[in-house]
């Protein structure tokens, strides 16, 4: 664990995907990041604990629960944690508007950036309705996930015996798949429709495993990737500034949006309100 000295602090933060129960989650390094930072706020968005995988077949590593208490121990010592479940965490949605061993969960939530700038937190479920283009797409693509995961997982394996740092060789795939493009590029587009509809300066959400960063139209995409294929968070600094970071064994800044310039839409008197969610 890193002195407090030695952290990097940040305003706020945002994480999601991180599917604990999951095999395939990289809890390792996300506890290596949790450890290495601080910050005012933690966002959690979603899919943090995989209760669907679980569910199938109980996995429980003890680095997962390691990573809960790690939260846990950032909301007792003052950092404010706020929780927007998943669909794979859905069950929580019970609990919207409520607080939790100290963390508060909302369906959806307004973001003021240091730099003043307006930004819809949701974890993206929502926008599912514009990348599923029939059913047997939808079952053939879950199967192809799980190849892909395991590809990953083995092909890492055996870069790490060779020296090699981690790579996504699933993001890699995905990426050069046209199908894959399409569904991605869809998902951005209702996700940065939706933050024109609520009157905001950008969106960040996760659930599609893709990081990015990007500017719309004048709105602001930001999606904060995922703890199992990329190992990615999404960081606000003292400025406003918003970047996305790599933490694996290497650490990275994939890319940054310097959000100051960019016009507002006209301000609402409940611009820092936790909001329902969208139809």
């Given at each position: ?120 937190l949701v974890h993206g479920d929502d926008f599912d309705s514009a990348t599923r283009y029939n059913k047997i797409i939808s079952i053939a693509g879950d199967a192809g996930y799980d190849l892909l995961l395991f590809l990953n997982r083995w092909s890492n394996k055996i870069r790490k015996l060779f020296g090699g ?115």
């Amino acid at each position: 664990m890193k002195s407090a000295e030695q952290k990097a602090k940040y305003p706020a933060i945002w994480i999601s995907d991180v599917h604990l129960g999951y095999k395939d989650c990289r809890a390792d390094y996300l506890l290596d990041f949790l450890s290495a930072v601080e910050t005012d706020v933690l966002y959690l968005v979603g899919d943090i604990i995989d209760l669907w995988s679980m569910k199938r077949q109980f996995y429980w590593h003890p680095s997962h629960y390691q990573v809960l208490n790690c939260i846990q121990q950032k909301a007792a010592n003052g950092t404010r944690v706020i929780y927007i479940p998943g669909n794979h965490d859905e069950t929580f949605r019970n609990y919207i508007n409520q607080t939790l061993f100290g963390i508060e969960v909302h369906q959806q939530y307004i973001h003021v950036t240091q730099a003043n700038k307006r930004f819809l937190l949701v974890h993206g479920d929502d926008f599912d309705s514009a990348t599923r283009y029939n059913k047997i797409i939808s079952i053939a693509g879950d199967a192809g996930y799980d190849l892909l995961l395991f590809l990953n997982r083995w092909s890492n394996k055996i870069r790490k015996l060779f020296g090699g740092n981690y790579w996504s060789l699933a993001s890699w795939i995905k990426a050069r798949v046209h199908k894959a493009r399409e569904a991605i590029n869809a998902f951005e587009d209702a996700a940065i429709h939706e933050a024109k509809k609520q009157n905001v300066d950008g969106i960040i959400c996760g659930h599609i495993h893709h990081p990015k960063i990007k500017v719309c139209d004048g709105i602001v995409y930001c999606n904060d990737g995922d703890w199992i294929e990329n190992c990615t968070a999404l960081v606000e600094q003292a400025d406003g500034k918003i970047e996305l970071l790599h933490w694996s064994d290497t650490h990275t800044v994939l890319d940054s949006a310097d959000i100051s310039n960019i016009s507002s839409p006209l301000m609402s008197n409940d611009d820092a309100k936790p909001k329902k969610s969208a139809a």
